[in-house]
Every structure is written in structure tokens, then in C-alpha cells.
């Protein structure tokens, strides 16, 4: 699920908390930032790997400009046919994929909006034919035509990309695409449960931290330390590692074991001496430990690194 382009690729710090967050008051901070990555990725690579395959042949035309891929023309010759014939199925199905897939790559928010509403137009009335050809791809592309148009559609982006599970059509991104809009409705439970689905079709790294990080804020956290071990395993990116050897610590550190939560920020800080929240949770276990000189040094350089680290500050102050 990796950005072709590399332009989502998260390292060198460039996906950070907010100054002055530390983890256990804003681990969910970094998680909104990851979906959000997530979500970048997600749909950049979904245009390149998730195209249906056309099952239709009374209009060779138009599947074949489908399989090339060229989608403004593709409008144009149904806009044709839709003159003459103005419900016309494969018309309407061909060129509401070719809207879907034409928005993804628009940079405008707007411009985007407004092709995911032309998809979506076109697949509703596709869809009053009742025929029974690409009907799991139509569920499948309308679902995600919906979720691009925002969290007031993610019902129907549910609705419509459970029905094509439903009827067999499983895609690379089904999963995942559902996991963030039972996300964004803060529907966790529901999240987690597409994101095992998801890193069981794809286990890449930033998938195993997400659903890492869901799992946390419903208080699977047994199943969370295994997806950030998992993570930590396979991800070749430093950051996106430390985080996850960050949260990972936060765990152990909230079960009582001590000993390897310590191991993990020293993991941590040996690769990167600057990483506050690594110091501000050596700082807690050395308090949990009841050795408050130690503890008060750790945050002491959590807030040299974050002036603002608002945890570290008001364990100072507590302590």
C-alpha cells in the first residue's frame, strides 16, 4: 500500500504530534494524522490497483478505452450514447467508473467533490436497471464515490461497499476504505475489525500501526502490542518504527513490565537522543519504580527537547 510516488512516505519526522503532546495524552493525535496518511495512500494506489474488470461485450468501445485507462474519452463517447439513449447501462456504469477514477486524481477538494457526485449520479441510475452485470463492481466503486464525498456519506460508502463483499467482490482496498469511514463515524470496534481483514489481504507496516493504534483507544491493548511488534518487524521507515516502539512502550510501561517497556525507549533514543516522548515514558517507569530523581531528569529533557510537552510538565510538577 505504498505510495508509487513516494509522496506519503512517512520519515525524517515528517508526520509529527503537535508540540507539546505526549503520548499518553495524545497518542490518538498521531493516529488521526496516520489515518489520514493512510487514507492518502490508500486512495493514490487504489487507482492503480484496485480497477474493475469489465464483464461486459455489447459496447467493445468503451470497455476497451476502460482497459486503457483513458477515462476522458471514454465520458465523452457515453455522453454520446447517452444522448440518444439516455439510461443506457453500460453507458452510464463505464462512465461513472471513468468520473470515479478521473476525481481521484483531482488536487482540488471542490473539483474532486464534484465528480464524485457526477459517479455517483451516473451509478444510481445504472443501478435502477436492475441488471445483474458488474452489480458487486458498481457497489464496490458508488462505496468509495460516496466516502470521497465526505463523512456525511459514509453510511452509504458502508452500505454500498458491503454489498459488494457481499456478493464476492473482494478488492485490495475494500477492507480498508471501509476501516476508515467506520473511523471517521467513530465506529472502533467496527474500524478494527476491517483492519485485521485489511493487513490479513495487504500486512504492511502503516496498516499494522493503525490498527495498533485503534486497538488502543478501545482498550484491546494485548492486541495492540502485537500489530506495533508487528510493525516494528517489518517497516524499513525509522519514524514510523519509533512510533511504534513508542507506543509499544506505553503499553508494557500501563501493564506493569517495566523492564521491557525501558528496553524500548532505550531502543528508541539510541536512535534518536531528541525523541521526547521517549524520555517523558522512561520518566514514568523510573516513577513507577519509585526512583523520582531518575524520573524527574527524564522529563526534565523531555521539556528541553518540547518546552511545551504539557505531559512531562505537569508530572514536574506533580513530582
Known amino acids: 500500500m505504498r505510495d508509487p510516488e513516494g509522496r506519503f512516505r512517512i520519515s525524517g519526522g515528517a508526520i509529527k504530534a503537535p508540540n507539546g503532546i505526549a503520548p499518553i495524552t495524545a497518542f490518538l493525535a498521531v493516529a488521526v494524522l496516520l489515518v489520514g496518511v493512510l487514507a492518502s495512500i490508500l486512495f493514490l494506489s487504489g487507482r492503480l490497483s484496485s480497477l474493475p474488470m469489465v464483464r461486459l461485450g455489447s459496447n467493445v468501445e468503451l470497455a476497451r478505452l476502460w482497459e486503457a485507462q483513458e477515462y476522458g474519452e471514454l465520458i465523452e463517447r457515453a455522453d454520446l450514447r447517452l444522448e440518444e439513449r439516455t439510461l443506457d447501462y453500460e453507458s452510464l456504469l463505464l462512465s461513472g467508473f471513468a468520473y470515479f477514477y478521473l476525481g481521484i486524481d483531482q488536487i482540488d477538494t471542490e473539483t474532486q467533490l464534484d465528480y464524485m457526485t457526477e459517479a455517483v449520479i451516473r451509478l444510481r441510475k445504472a443501478k435502477l436497471h436492475g441488471r445483474s452485470e458488474m452489480q458487486s463492481e458498481l457497489n464496490y466503486i458508488l462505496g468509495k464515490s460516496y466516502f470521497h464525498k465526505g463523512v456525511y456519506y459514509d453510511d452509504l460508502a458502508i452500505e454500498y461497499l458491503a454489498a459488494s463483499l457481499d456478493d464476492g467482490y473482494i478488492s485490495m482496498d475494500t477492507h480498508e476504505y471501509l476501516a476508515l469511514a467506520h473511523a471517521r463515524r467513530k465506529e472502533y470496534e467496527e474500524s478494527v475489525y476491517h483492519l485485521e481483514r485489511a493487513v490479513e489481504l495487504n500486512p504492511e507496516d502503516l496498516l499494522y500501526y493503525t490498527l495498533g493504534t485503534t486497538r488502543m483507544q478501545i482498550g484491546h491493548n494485548e492486541e495492540a502490542q502485537q500489530s506495533f511488534r508487528e510493525a516494528v518487524r517489518i517497516t524499513s521507515d525509522e519514524y514510523l518504527k519509533q512510533q511504534s516502539q513508542i507506543r509499544l512502550g506505553e503499553l508494557l510501561k500501563m501493564n506493569g513490565d517495566y523492564d521491557e517497556a525501558e528496553e ?48 512531562a510538565l505537569q508530572s514536574l510538577q506533580n513530582n
Open 264 to 311: 524500548q525507549m532505550r531502543l528508541v533514543l539510541r536512535d534518536n537522543p531528541q525523541a521526547a516522548d521517549a524520555h517523558f515514558i522512561l520518566g514514568e517507569i523510573y516513577s513507577a519504580r519509585g526512583d523520582r530523581e531518575r524520573a524527574r531528569y527524564e522529563w526534565r529533557e523531555a521539556v528541553r527537547i518540547e518546552p511545551r510537552h504539557v505531559d
